[in-house]
């Protein structure tokens, strides 16, 4: 669990890590199905890792909800004189997907808060609509209870002393 702060608003995001190791197959499908942002991560020292986004990526559009937004990640920056994948694959296959794009390092935390502000603000347009909607309501809430209290509006108790519904 993370709590990032985008635009004012304070986002909560909850990670899943499934290594993409595929006896973690059946349970991730049902991660996307609640998912709102998903990261595709493969090792830049692995050629292999890459291949297998294209499966992972196709997983995500057969099982989370449309709405979903996708990053991929090539991790390892740290590791260059290692490199298998060159950049330019790394961001024509985001291209192609429709993704952000970035390169990273666990170890030395290059582009590690970029890449997680990306995906939550990503998430946040992606519903703002909803968001919106929510602010509205919310302050039609506050408005509501403020002339509740001006009004002396109360629970009908018979105590001496009365309580808002506020």
């Known amino acids: 669990m993370k709590t990032l702060e985008i635009d004012g608003i304070k986002v909560r995001i909850q990670i899943w890590d499934t290594a993409g190791q595929e006896r973690y197959q059946t349970i991730t499908?049902?991660?996307?199905?609640?998912?709102?942002?998903?990261f595709l991560v493969y090792d830049i020292t692995s050629e292999r890792s890459f291949q297998h986004i294209m499966k992972w990526a196709s997983d995500v559009d057969e099982y989370a909800p449309e709405k979903v937004q996708k990053v991929l990640i090539g991790n390892k920056s740290d590791e260059e004189h290692k490199r298998q994948v060159a950049t330019e694959q790394g961001n024509k296959l985001a291209k192609a997907?429709?993704?952000?794009?970035?390169?990273?390092?666990?170890?030395?935390?290059?582009?590690?808060?970029?890449s997680f502000t990306r995906l939550a603000e990503l998430v946040l347009q992606a519903n703002k609509k909803d968001l919106d909607l929510l602010r509205v309501s919310i302050n039609d809430q506050l408005d509501l209870a403020a002339l509740e209290e001006e009004a002396g509006v109360c629970d009908g108790s018979s105590n001496a002393q009365k309580t808002c519904w506020c």
């Open 97 to 114: 997907y429709g993704m952000d794009f970035f390169e990273t390092s666990a170890f030395t935390n290059h582009n590690i808060t970029e």
């Open 29 to 38: 499908k049902q991660y996307y199905r609640r998912a709102q942002g998903i």
